[in-house]
């Protein structure tokens, strides 16, 4: 049977475009269709423009800070046209980063929808069809309000933020997860007064309680409105505002309103069902351990697959696709222990088993220092950091780590690695503390503050 191609790889996301490189990188013929712009959630709506937010939502604080410590300074007024210049010309560098480095590898790219016609068949939206041995579906996840509420399609989901014209004086976020809790923070450091509503009992649903508790309550320590256990009812359009009730009885009026209320794979309309592939409940492509769908010759990577919706874990799911079918290699994707970071502020960064899920399983010692950093007591500033690890009671490997602090994101990064070699907590006391820092707690917490 003859094919146009090796690999065809639909969506040029992070997951995507790392198979489709590295398969060409292979000598495999490779081809991939992307229907907006390259680089994906990550690049263009997601991970990167949130990040610069978060910077420059940062500098309020700082110059707060640097206030104290003796600077006469002023913080001045936030332009965010300017940032929004700054930052859209940003994603376009990036962009054309991610569509050289595929064309340097030879992958031939096709900016267009791309929808299957049978197991080895791609029809693009101009007609063209293409055939090929393998294909890759990477097309991600998209947001979405939630349309139960009256007047939802007022309000905008996480990837407006970045287009919007000014930065609204007043914002309502609805939702407790990630991306809800970030731009809290984001929108509270620009200047913008947040309300935040989460129908759930805390925020931050699946992480640790502990832990949980510790950021809702530095977020409303830093001004945001923080709401749990209510919802919004319905939203109206006024004059000059949106004017919305929430469960709770409460009439808010603000300039905008956000939901972050999950995200749904990319799986509708793509001819899916019809080829044979098994979708979930959520409409995710049900695929094996090594991301091969109940067709042999189509596999899925990334969010679409909603195994954990992280870049770097898609882009491990591309790489051990590649390994598997262009190497000759079977590689499963490893899942375990898998550092991640809410980037609030202070951020929270976390990996392995939370307190509970660990009490589930084996008998646990649990060490948590959480205290005023030196930077904050010294300017009287009230903002804790959290230090929390969980230790088997047996092994005494490190099951779980958790830290509330500036920059967590980076140091969780650092424990990832010790804690994915299987580290005890004798290793870590046998680790001598870097003096003075905030992060020497982590060596130093001598006894657990509770067995359980
Ligand atoms: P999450 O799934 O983390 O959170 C969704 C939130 O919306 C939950 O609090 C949920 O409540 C609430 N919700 C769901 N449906 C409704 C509804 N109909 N009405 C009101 N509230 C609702 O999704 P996010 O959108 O925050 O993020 C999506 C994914 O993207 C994350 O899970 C993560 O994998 C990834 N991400 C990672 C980031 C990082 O690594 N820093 C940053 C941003 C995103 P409930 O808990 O009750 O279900």
């Known amino acids: 049977m003859a094919f146009d191609f090796d690999l065809y790889v639909i969506g040029g996301g992070s997951g995507g475009v790392r198979a489709a490189r590295t398969a060409a990188e292979t000598g495999a013929r490779v081809a991939l269709a992307e229907e907006y712009r390259m680089g994906g959630t990550c690049v263009i709506r997601g991970c990167v423009p949130k990040k610069l937010m978060v910077f420059a939502s940062g500098y309020s604080g700082a110059i707060e800070a640097a206030r104290a410590y003796g600077w006469s300074v002023k913080a001045g007024a936030f332009d965010w046209k300017k940032f929004r210049k700054a930052l859209h010309a940003e994603l376009d560098r990036l962009e054309a980063i991610y569509r050289s480095n595929l064309e340097k590898a030879g992958v031939e790219i096709h900016d267009q929808r791309a929808t299957l016609d049978d197991a080895h068949t791609v029809r693009l939206a101009d007609g063209k069809t293409y055939r090929a041995k393998h294909i890759l579906i990477a097309t991600g996840g998209h947001s979405f309000l939630p349309d139960t509420v009256p007047g939802h399609e007022q309000a905008w989901t996480s990837g407006d933020v970045f287009l919007m014209e000014d930065l609204p004086k007043r914002v309502l976020i609805v939702g407790g997860g990630y991306i809800a809790c970030e731009f809290a923070c984001i929108l509270n450091g620009l200047g913008v007064a947040v309300t935040q509503y989460y129908r759930g009992a805390q925020i931050l649903r699946g992480f640790d309680d502990e832990a949980r508790g510790h950021i809702a309550e530095l977020m409303q320590d830093q001004g945001i409105g923080l709401h749990v256990g209510s919802d ?42 019809a080829v044979g592939v098994e979708l979930g409940r959520r409409g995710e492509i049900i695929v094996d351990d090594y991301s091969q769908t109940a067709v042999p010759s189509i596999f899925a990577v990334g969010d679409v697959t909603d195994r954990i919706n992280l870049t770097p ?35 929270y960064g976390s990996v392995g088993l939370t307190e509970e899920a660990a009490r589930e399983q084996e008998p646990i010692e649990v060490y948590c220092a959480a205290f005023r950093p030196m930077q904050n007591a010294f300017i009287g500033k009230n903002e804790r950091v959290l230090f929390k690890l969980i230790v088997s009671a047996e092994s005494r490997r490190i099951l779980g780590c958790h830290i509330i602090a500036p920059d967590a994101g980076e140091l969780i990064q650092m424990v990832g690695v010790a804690v994915k070699m299987g580290a005890t907590k004798e290793d870590f006391d046998r680790t001598v503390a870097v003096h003075p820092t905030m992060s020497e707690e982590i060596v130093l917490m001598k006894s657990p503050v509770r067995k359980a």
């Open 313 to 347: 874990v898609a882009i491990r799911e591309g790489a051990a696709f590649v390994e598997t079918v262009f190497n000759g290699n079977p590689t499963k994707p490893d899942h375990d222990l898998v550092p991640s970071a809410v980037f609030t502020q202070p951020e």
């Open 232 to 273: 919004v009812e319905r939203i109206e359009k006024r004059a000059d505002c949106l004017w919305v009730k929430t469960t709770d009885g409460r009439e808010i009026e603000v300039d905008a309103m956000i939901y972050a209320a999950g995200r749904i794979p990319n799986s509708a309309g793509l001819g899916l069902e």
